[in-house]
């Protein structure tokens, strides 16, 4: 290995699809507070992934300053997964737009300790 001093760093372009196959338990996320709208989840689930590519990005200004476009093949992964699912009164209660909690909703998913990568 050889440490070199960079100005950038490099992401990958991934596409990920996960697939509910079987519920298997299904529950109010708070039994002492039924009323709150939402529902956690555990089951088996499909995760398809691929990587189609890499972005170079400069630290300083922050910006891509390359791109590089693979055809990577698809993975599949048979997995278990637990998930939570806001019901419609929840978010249509939230004091925002429809886009502001669409960002809300893929910042927790990209989230570490939440929903996204290493969350387990």
């Known amino acids: 290995m050889k440490r070199v ?7 990958a372009i991934r596409y990920t699809q996960v697939r509910i196959l079987e519920c ?15 529902l956690r989840s555990y089951g088996e689930v499909l995760v398809r992934s691929q ?22 093949p ?3 992964m048979h997995t278990t997964s637990y998930w939570i699912t ?12 429809i886009s502001e909690r669409q960002s809300g909703m893929f910042g927790i998913a990209a989230c570490p300790g939440v929903g996204g990568p290493r969350s387990c």
């Open 24 to 38: 298997a338990d299904e529950s109010r996320v708070s039994d002492t507070h039924p009323e709150v709208p939402a």
């Open 5 to 11: 001093d960079v100005d950038y760093y490099t992401d």
């Open 51 to 72: 990587v189609i590519g890499f972005k170079k990005l400069k630290f300083s200004p922050m910006k891509i300053s390359a791109r590089a476009i693979w055809n990577w």
């Open 86 to 97: 806001l019901e419609r009164a929840l978010l249509e209660s939230l004091p925002f737009s």
């Open 74 to 76: 698809e993975n599949e």
